[in-house]
T-cell receptor, first 119, second 114 residues
Framework: GAVVSQHPSRVICKSGTSVKIECRSL??????MFWYRQFPKQSLMLMAT?????????EQGVEKDKFLINHASLTLSTLTVTSAHPEDSSFYIC???????????????FGDGTRLSIL | GQQLNQSPQSMFIQEGEDVSMNCTSS?????WLWYKQDPGEGPVLLIA?????ELTSNGRLTAQFGITRKDSFLNISASIPSDVGIYFC??????????????FGKGTLLTVNP
């Protein structure tokens, strides 16, 4: 099955640090990648959608200057949390989807998430 | 925006029992997906449904895409301890213009007592 690798799995850093999270599709080309944030005991909240080679589309209320997304290739997207503060502490999860041969969309496959803790 | 109502919110069952959970929507979807999430990990796709009325199985799991395209259910038969986790339904908006964004239910927390 489709595999999505997310790295690092856990980050603990000081307030003011910028943190980069990588999301890679290992066995398929991801035309679209998504970044989610999940608070404890809650569902996934979509932050942004990115297509390879174009600017990400951010959901309402998500600061694009705080959460920088780059989707430079069909297998790699990165999320950079700039000048992170304690309120940015959360579980961040990426997902990726490719295109089926018939042109129909494929389901999103998720990475294992990154636990970000800002001290 | 579209909303998904997932129920039940949590379930406590004995090993060997069957489980059923469902999601309903105020709007239609063209795809329904069911995911399972273990603590500290990302969701894992269990079943994907693409056609209204479709009934699909994956081992002990069975899911159906409602004929109205506004609902879906997931059944787990003969539950085992490793079925413990949070199950999410997700609906995908019709058309590709929305970049195939998913709307997630709030999840069903399943606990299986050995």
């Amino acid at each position: 099955g489709a595999v999505v690798s997310q790295h690092p799995s856990r980050v603990i850093c000081k307030s003011g640090t910028s943190v980069k999270i990588e999301c890679r599709s290992l066995d398929f080309q991801a035309t679209t990648m998504f970044w989610y944030r999940q608070f404890p005991k809650q569902s996934l909240m979509l932050m942004a959608t990115s297509n390879e080679g174009s600017k990400a589309t951010y959901e309402q209320g998500v600061e694009k200057d705080k959460f920088l997304i780059n989707h430079a290739s069909l297998t790699l997207s990165t999320l950079t949390v700039t000048s992170a503060h304690p309120e940015d502490s959360s579980f961040y999860i990426c997902s990726a989807r490719g295109e089926g041969r018939s042109g129909l969309g494929q389901p999103q496959h998720f990475g294992d998430g990154t636990r970000l803790s800002i001290l | 925006g579209q909303q998904l109502n997932q129920s039940p919110q949590s379930m406590f069952i004995q090993e060997g029992e069957d489980v059923s959970m469902n999601c309903t929507s105020s709007s239609i979807f063209n795809t329904w997906l069911w995911y399972k999430q273990d603590p500290g990990e990302g969701p894992v796709l269990l079943i994907a449904l693409y056609k209204a009325g479709e009934l699909t199985s994956n081992g002990r799991l069975t899911a159906q895409f409602g004929i109205t395209r506004k609902d879906s259910f997931l059944n787990i038969s003969a539950s085992i301890p490793s079925d413990v986790g949070i199950y999410f339904c997700a609906g995908q908006y019709p058309g590709g213009g929305s970049n195939y964004k998913l709307t997630f239910g709030k999840g069903t927390l399943l606990t299986v007592n050995p």
